[in-house]
């Protein structure tokens, strides 16, 4: 009997980007290759993803749109619900998120309810990197109040303990799970606070400690990818998970139930007995090799100037609370936190702005440089997953509400959560894409597409100071201060305006500096 | 009717029952299959393939083959693979275009002209010549030379509705190289690569690929028509 598991998308898994074949470069001897034996890797991650989507995980959920604007529209019921039909492919976000995780190496949670296929799929990624099912399942970490660190890092040697006369004679048995490349650990909002500290260790720093023995976890080769699943994300389970851990998660992905339609495949699995990570093609394992290759290309794909500074507008929003503090610098909500304010207290104290134009007054914190790294570098994934040639605004905002779950909070406090969009509140992954489509609506609104004075004056900056003569200095000094009498003037302060203030200062201060230099040669 | 894009040079071709031989070594069903994934006519390639190496089987009962560095056995693999690779540039690979012209070379100098002019579908006393045209004009074909007038060599693009790449009407043409044009395809940048046989379509990408300064191709225009979303590769007279 033929194995059905085997079956693989057929190449090309894109549409409509080449037409035609090549336009150069064959051979007569590519002529009798295999398309397996010179697919490229962004299609051998797309045709794992179609395998995953189609026959592991039976996954129809396609909420990762590219096209959002093109799309057809179908209101549902009488509470504002619609279906989307899209024209460009759509992704299910619980199996494109954890395979893009382990094509960069990033650190996955997997959240909801019992049986529905989060440890199964993390399983599958530990096979897809070459281990065979058992020993991703032997590697595999289970959360559960008892864990004590030496049941997840290993144990010393009992013969030591007895014999050894200082902590460095002591030898420890390191788990094998260490050095995986694909770490799973389930239910880990399960897993005790002093276990979640060593654990924290291992993913932010890449090594554990035992006994004053310490062992690197990263793997010899290929790339260390973490999956990690809970059956809550608002701080239930049986120990509340530490916020460094949480922070160190790149992305959060929810698993969908099971759609009723698709029973015939559940039939057919219950009574061949089978399970999907013990038929993975082995044409989709991916070598170490193979894997940092695919780092590699991902890392490099292009990020346009124009998709970086719509990113830049979208993500500068936050940071700033008008009534944060008294130096302008210190007007952030981080100051407001650190000190034990109430953020929601002092958004709401500012009567100066349009709370509903006011973008940041919707969360309750800025964005960390990690999370904007994990964006930049998902967003670069999702942009050669597609084999599209340099990433795309589309690529940013499908991210978007995957990267900054957990991570850029709400304010409950704001009217956005109130009247007919109470559904946001609870809906995390719907509120982020709205935030980020009304913050593009408002750089188009603003004509910032057409102008860019402080992006102008920072790029003239980038030219570098050396040849420059005073009177050049002094035009630009002038001009700085120019663009902050303007944003002075118009009386209210957006987050927008903190990053283009503070900017400006930064240009002045060196500027300044320079003709200060200029003046006493 | 709905025009399909499509060569010039195929449109006198008549097809007939073509049945390959077999090669050990070699499988030709998964040349035939890579021929269709890279754009070819999987017809035209058994049709050409079949003839070629009827011609070659007929060479070689006339003694008259010469040996070829690979080896000198008409049932030589490499030697049956370099007729494939020009049957399936003459079927419509564009991408094969380089190495079949090495292959047509090197299996003429080894007195294979007769199997290499079946397999492109010409007389084999014309290849010689039509190999050096080539080099300098992608489009030459020996019927059409001197024909004095302005003639039709393909139609390339369509509708997506239909099979083709885009979905609005493809507006201005730019030329970016030999047998190369960029196309505004609505908001979208669009390239193009032509040859006699074949073309490839693909989105131009941020930095779209330029042979240098934008070097026209002599006497050869794309034109976009305003009823069709196909462009028309056309030569012009003189």
Same mark, same amino acid.
């Given at each position: 009997m033929?194995?059905?598991?085997?079956?693989?998308?057929a190449?090309?898994?894109?549409?409509?980007?080449q037409?035609?074949?090549?336009?150069?470069?064959?051979?007569a001897?590519?002529?009798?290759r295999?398309p397996?034996?010179?697919?490229?890797l962004?299609e051998?991650?797309?045709r794992?993803?179609?395998?995953?989507?189609?026959?592991?995980?039976?996954s129809?959920?396609?909420?990762?749109?590219?096209d959002?604007?093109k799309?057809?529209?179908?209101?549902l019921?009488d509470?504002?619900a619609?279906i989307t039909l899209p024209?460009?492919?759509?992704?299910?976000?619980?199996v494109?998120?954890?395979?893009l995780?382990?094509?960069?190496g990033?650190?996955?949670?997997m959240?909801?309810?019992p049986?529905?296929?989060k440890?199964t799929?993390?399983?599958?990624m530990?096979?897809?990197?070459?281990?065979?099912?058992?020993?991703v *399942?032997?590697?595999?970490?289970?959360?559960?109040?008892?864990?004590t660190? /030496?049941? =997840? !890092?290993?144990l #010393?040697?009992?013969?030591?303990?007895v014999?050894?006369?200082?902590?460095a004679e002591?030898?420890?048995a390191?788990k094998?799970?260490?050095?995986e490349?694909v770490?799973?650990?389930?239910?880990?909002?399960?897993i005790?606070?002093?276990?979640?500290?060593a654990l924290l260790t291992?993913?932010?720093?890449?090594?554990?400690?035992s006994h004053?023995?310490?062992?690197?976890?990263?793997?010899?080769?290929?790339?260390?990818?973490?999956f990690f699943?809970?059956?809550?994300?608002?701080g239930?389970?049986?120990?509340q998970?530490i916020q460094?851990l949480?922070?160190?998660?790149?992305?959060t992905?929810?698993?969908?139930?099971?759609?009723?339609?698709f029973?015939?495949?559940l039939?057919? *699995?219950?009574?061949?007995?089978?399970r999907?990570?013990e038929?993975?093609? /082995?044409? =989709? !394992?991916?070598? #170490?090799?193979?894997?940092t290759?695919m780092?590699?290309a991902i890392?490099a794909v292009p990020?346009p100037?124009?998709?970086?500074?719509?990113?830049e507008?979208?993500?500068?929003q936050?940071?700033f609370?008008?009534?944060?503090?008294?130096r302008?610098?210190?007007?952030?909500?981080?100051?407001?936190a650190t000190a034990?304010g109430?953020?929601?207290?002092?958004i709401?104290?500012?009567?100066?702005?349009?709370?509903?134009?006011?973008?940041?007054?919707?969360?309750?914190?800025?964005?960390?440089?990690?999370?904007?790294?994990?964006?930049?570098l998902y967003?670069?994934?999702?942009?050669?997953?597609?084999?599209a040639?340099?990433?795309g605004?589309?690529?940013?905002r499908?991210?978007?509400?995957?990267?900054l779950r957990g991570?850029?909070l709400?304010?409950?406090?704001?009217?956005?959560?109130?009247a007919?969009?109470k559904e946001?509140?609870?809906?995390?992954?719907?509120?982020?894409i709205?935030?980020?489509?009304t913050?593009?609506?408002q750089?188009?609104?603003?004509?910032l597409?057409a102008?860019?004075?402080?992006?102008d004056l920072?790029?003239e900056?980038?030219?570098?100071?050396?040849?420059?003569?005073?009177l050049?200095?002094s035009q630009?000094?002038t001009r700085i201060?120019s663009?902050?009498g303007?944003?002075?003037?118009?009386?209210?302060?957006?987050?927008?305006?903190?990053?283009d203030?503070?900017a400006?200062k930064?240009?002045?201060?060196r500027?300044?500096?320079?003709?200060?230099?200029l003046?006493?040669? | 009717?709905?025009?399909?894009?499509?060569?010039?040079?195929?449109?006198?071709?008549?097809l007939?029952?073509?049945s390959?031989?077999?090669?050990?070594?070699?499988?030709?069903d998964?040349a035939?299959?890579?021929?269709?994934?890279?754009?070819?006519d999987?017809?035209?390639?058994?049709?050409f393939l079949a003839a070629g190496?009827?011609?070659?089987?007929?060479?070689?009962?006339r003694g008259d083959?010469l040996?070829l560095?690979t080896?000198?056995?008409?049932?030589?693999?490499a030697?049956?693979?370099?007729?494939?690779?020009v049957?399936?540039?003459?079927?419509?690979?564009?991408?094969?275009?380089?190495?079949?012209?090495?292959?047509?070379s090197?299996?003429?100098?080894?007195?294979?002209?007769?199997a290499?002019?079946?397999t492109?579908?010409?007389?084999?006393?014309?290849?010689?010549?039509?190999?050096?045209?080539q080099r300098?004009?992608?489009?030459?074909w020996?019927?059409?030379?001197?024909l004095?007038r302005?003639?039709?060599?393909?139609?390339?693009?369509?509708?997506?509705g239909?099979?083709?790449?885009?979905l609005?009407?493809?507006?201005d043409v730019?030329?970016?190289?030999?047998?190369?044009?960029?196309?505004?395809?609505?908001?979208?940048?669009w390239q193009?690569?032509?040859d006699?046989?074949g073309?490839?379509?693909?989105?131009?990408?941020a930095?779209?690929?330029?042979s240098g300064?934008?070097?026209?191709?002599a006497?050869?225009?794309?034109?976009?028509?305003?009823t069709?979303?196909?462009?028309?590769?056309?030569?012009?007279?003189g």
């Amino acid at each position: 009997m033929s194995d059905r598991w085997q079956k693989t998308s057929a190449s090309p898994t894109v549409p409509h980007v080449q037409h035609g074949g090549p336009r150069d470069g064959l051979t007569a001897a590519d002529l009798f290759r295999s398309p397996d034996e010179t697919v490229a890797l962004d299609e051998k991650l797309r045709r794992t993803y179609f395998w995953l989507v189609n026959k592991a995980v039976i996954s129809p959920f396609y909420d990762v749109e590219f096209d959002a604007a093109k799309a057809n529209r179908f209101p549902l019921g009488d509470a504002g619900a619609e279906i989307t039909l899209p024209t460009q492919p759509a992704y299910s976000s619980n199996v494109l998120l954890p395979l893009l995780t382990f094509a960069v190496g990033g650190k996955c949670l997997m959240i909801g309810g019992p049986g529905r296929g989060k440890t199964t799929l993390a399983v599958l990624m530990g096979v897809l990197s070459g281990s065979t099912p058992d020993d991703v *399942r032997r590697h595999l970490q289970q959360g559960q109040p008892q864990l004590t660190v /030496s049941d =997840l !890092v290993g144990l #010393p040697l009992p013969r030591d303990l007895v014999a050894a006369g200082s902590l460095a004679e002591i030898t420890i048995a390191w788990k094998s799970w260490l050095t995986e490349r694909v770490k799973i650990v389930d239910e880990y909002n399960r897993i005790p606070t002093k276990t979640q500290s060593a654990l924290l260790t291992m993913v932010a720093e890449g090594y554990v400690e035992s006994h004053d023995q310490l062992r690197r976890t990263a793997p010899s080769e290929g790339v260390e990818s973490w999956f990690f699943t809970a059956n809550d994300d608002a701080g239930g389970g049986t120990f509340q998970v530490i916020q460094a851990l949480k922070d160190r998660l790149d992305v959060t992905v929810q698993a969908f139930g099971f759609n009723g339609r698709f029973f015939d495949e559940l039939v057919t *699995r219950v009574e061949a007995g089978e399970r999907p990570e013990e038929h993975v093609p /082995s044409s =989709l !394992v991916f070598s #170490p090799d193979e894997q940092t290759a695919m780092l590699t290309a991902i890392r490099a794909v292009p990020l346009p100037a124009d998709v970086r500074r719509k990113l830049e507008y979208f993500t500068g929003q936050f940071e700033f609370v008008q009534h944060g503090g008294r130096r302008f610098e210190y007007r952030t909500k981080d100051v407001v936190a650190t000190a034990g304010g109430d953020v929601s207290a002092v958004i709401d104290a500012n009567s100066g702005a349009d709370l509903v134009v006011d973008l940041g007054a919707q969360t309750l914190n800025g964005l960390s440089v990690r999370a904007l790294q994990t964006l930049i570098l998902y967003a670069k994934a999702s942009a050669w997953f597609r084999g599209a040639a340099s990433v795309g605004l589309d690529d940013v905002r499908a991210m978007v509400p995957f990267v900054l779950r957990g991570k850029l909070l709400p304010n409950p406090q704001h009217p956005r959560f109130e009247a007919g969009d109470k559904e946001l509140a609870h809906d995390p992954a719907s509120w982020l894409i709205d935030l980020f489509d009304t913050a593009m609506k408002q750089y188009v609104a603003l004509g910032l597409d057409a102008a860019d004075p402080v992006g102008d004056l920072l790029a003239e900056l980038g030219g570098g100071l050396d040849g420059l003569d005073r009177l050049t200095v002094s035009q630009r000094l002038t001009r700085i201060e120019s663009e902050v009498g303007r944003i002075s003037k118009v009386g209210k302060i957006y987050g927008r305006d903190y990053d283009d203030l503070v900017a400006l200062k930064y240009l002045h201060q060196r500027y300044s500096n320079y003709l200060h230099w200029l003046e006493g040669a | 009717m709905i025009r399909r894009p499509g060569h010039s040079v195929n449109a006198s071709v008549r097809l007939g029952a073509a049945s390959l031989p077999a090669v050990a070594g070699l499988d030709l069903d998964l040349a035939a299959a890579n021929v269709a994934r890279w754009g070819g006519d999987q017809n035209l390639y058994a049709a050409f393939l079949a003839a070629g190496l009827a011609a070659q089987s007929a060479d070689a009962h006339r003694g008259d083959v010469l040996s070829l560095s690979t080896g000198n056995s008409v049932n030589d693999p490499a030697l049956v693979q370099d007729i494939a690779a020009v049957a399936a540039w003459r079927a419509g690979v564009i991408g094969l275009r380089t190495d079949a012209l090495r292959a047509v070379s090197e299996l003429s100098d080894a007195g294979l002209a007769d199997a290499v002019g079946a397999t492109l579908g010409m007389p084999g006393s014309d290849v010689a010549g039509f190999v050096e045209r080539q080099r300098t004009d992608r489009f030459f074909w020996p019927a059409w030379h001197n024909l004095g007038r302005a003639y039709l060599l393909a139609r390339i693009g369509g509708f997506a509705g239909l099979g083709g790449p885009w979905l609005a009407h493809p507006g201005d043409v730019i030329a970016a190289g030999e047998g190369r044009w960029l196309v505004e395809v609505g908001d979208e940048l669009w390239q193009v690569d032509a040859d006699l046989f074949g073309h490839s379509v693909s989105p131009a990408g941020a930095e779209p690929e330029s042979s240098g300064d934008p070097v026209e191709t002599a006497g050869v225009r794309v034109v976009s028509v305003p009823t069709s979303y196909l462009l028309e590769v056309v030569r012009e007279a003189g």
